[in-house]
């Protein structure tokens, strides 16, 4: 598996894993405007030339903000997210990234179970944030530990 930055060659898998997914998928047309955000860090796990999943942030003055985490049902439970988010990580300490912040369903056992093996910790809850079905999210960050005090 390999990981590399998103391009336009891309953007159809990840419309398709996009509705796959999540009951409001991205459109090829908001992939398409991350390719030229400045902010955006979008990266793709590739297995064998397939796109088995994708890792979204945001760099904003310092701190990441995870857009999503998708993985093909067909690459689930092989190390696909967890390369991912350990890529963003490494992306983080590079860039002197301070904090990466996510939200995820609070139903979603094996999602919170991966970001906080990651040293994930939770540190927040946004009542009725999600729909399709109705559900809070709750609010994990990850520290970069690698900077300078």
Do not use: K
Request: glycine share 6%; charged share 20%.
């Amino acid at each position: 598996m390999t990981i590399v930055p998103m391009t336009e060659r891309h953007v159809p898998a990840l419309v398709e894993l996009e509705a796959v997914c999540f009951p409001h998928p991205w459109t090829a047309a908001g992939f398409a405007e991350e390719l030229h955000n400045p902010l955006a860090v979008f990266l793709v796990a590739e297995q064998d030339g397939a796109v088995a999943g994708y890792m979204g942030f945001h760099d904003v003055v310092g701190e990441g903000f995870v857009t999503n985490v998708a993985v093909f049902p067909a690459f689930r439970r092989q190390g696909v997210a967890a390369a991912l988010i350990s890529a963003a990580q490494a992306i983080c300490r590079e860039r002197g990234i301070a904090r990466l912040a996510l939200e995820v369903r609070e139903s979603n056992a094996a999602a919170i179970a991966l970001y906080e093996r990651f040293g994930f910790r939770q540190d927040g809850r946004r009542p009725r944030f999600y729909t399709a079905p109705a559900e809070d999210a709750l609010l994990y960050s990850w520290e970069n530990q690698n900077l300078p005090l």
